[in-house]
Structure formats: C-alpha cells, structure tokens
C-alpha cells in the first residue's frame, strides 16, 4: 500500500521525528504500518526498542541501497502504509526510495538555506520520474514552526515555494517538546504523560492534523493518477 518517504539532503531538519509521529499516529488509528529505517544511524529503529510501539507498527532496519527497493515492495504488500526515512545526504539509497514513493515529503525549517536543499530534493525526484517513468507526488512540510508566530523569512520562502508551484503541506510540524519526548521515552505522542512533558494536547492535535492531511492528499493523488493512467 502507500509508500511514504520523507527526504531532504539536509540533516536533521526532522525527517525522522515527522516519520516516527506520522507512523505511530497512523498505526494508533489502527492501521498495520512498516516503518523502514534506511538511516545508517537506525534513529527509529532506536526508537522502536523503547517500550510503547504500537502493535501494528514493524520497524525493518539495516535497509541499504541493494535492499531498499526490496524491502519497500515487500512492506507495501503487508502493510496499510509504507514510512520510509533516510539519512540527511544525497545517496543512491535517497534515489531508489524516491523511485518507489507514493508521496515524497520534503521537510522544510524556516531558512532559505533549508530551501535550497529542498529544491535539490525536488530536482533529484524529477529526475527519478523521467527514469522510472511516472508521476511522483511530493510536498513540502514545515517543520520546527512557532504556533504563535509567522516569521518573515518563513514567509518569504512559502511565497518563493507557491511562487515555483511547489505543494507545500496546510499543516506544520511545530516545535513541541513532545515530539522529541517520544524518542526519549518511546511510545507515541498519544502515549506520553503530563509528568513527562507538558504542551501534550496541542502536540497530539498538530499530529493529528498532519495525518490527516497526508491520508487525504494520498487519496486525491491516487485518484488524480487514475486519471491520468
Ligand atoms: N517538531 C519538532 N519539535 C521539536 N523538536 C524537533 C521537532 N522535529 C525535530 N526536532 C528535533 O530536531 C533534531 C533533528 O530532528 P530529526 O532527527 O528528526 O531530523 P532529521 O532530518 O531526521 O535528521 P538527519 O538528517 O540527521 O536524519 C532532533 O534533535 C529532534 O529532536
Ligand atoms: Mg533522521
């Protein structure tokens, strides 16, 4: 079923934090997920062997780029949905996920230099769609956001984005204790209590939102490559 990866050459703009918080809420719902840890680093394979994981959440780990494109067909037949993360370089690893994905996520913090490693994500999936010959949706999230405040240069890079007809995610990832709390304590956001961390209400809203958004906008792609096919 669908394969979701998030990819951005850029390191530690939440890639992995975004994955884990859309995996486990999905899963929460009461969906079958793999996650598939093609980080060399395994942050969520780490992730998944604190207590918490939800049942219907596999973590596939030790994923390089002779098994990838493997590993990600054989989840997709087990499984609701497909996650994929990735380390924060350009590799061949990067280049197989994005030829398989369903949706390609491109996490974004507020920064121009953030953009332009967007913009080479983006370029890199072109590129896999002229190879592979086909449609590859992709999206850009902010991530790390403020709930209170807009910035400028946040501003700024949302109109360069719209302005080069980039999709950009309604929803953002803000910053919330809570999601790096998870890779602390395990579990889901959903999961965690008071005394661990505070702001956990706006946090289990904020990924709410974001999977929701995500599982409609796989539902209208799916729908407009019926179309087109
Ligand atoms: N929404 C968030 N709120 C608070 N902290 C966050 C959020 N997203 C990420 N972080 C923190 O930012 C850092 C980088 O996040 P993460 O590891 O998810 O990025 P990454 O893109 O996967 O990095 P890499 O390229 O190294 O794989 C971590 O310390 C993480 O806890
Ligand atoms: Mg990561």
Known sequence: MPTILFAS???????STSAVVLGTQLATQGATVTMIDADPNHPVATWAKRPGRPETLTVV???NERSIIDEIEAAAEQT???????EGTASMTVAYAISRADLVIIPVQGSQLDAAEAAKAIK????????????????VLFTRTSAAIQPRT???IRAELEGAGVPILRT????????????SFGGTVESLRPDQVGGLESAVANAR??????????KTRKVQAEVVA
């Open 9 to 15: 050459s850029k390191g530690g703009v939440s890639k």
């Open 61 to 63: 780990s030790d994923v």
């Open 80 to 86: 609701a949905f497909v996650i994929v993360d990735v």
């Open 124 to 139: 890199l999936i072109h590129q896999q769609e002229k190879a592979f010959g086909r449609r590859i949706p992709y999206a």
């Open 154 to 156: 946040l501003k700024h």
């Open 172 to 183: 953002q990832m803000h910053e919330r204790e809570a999601f790096r709390a998870i890779f």
């Open 209 to 218: 939102a974001f999977t929701a958004e995500v599982v409609s906008l796989l």
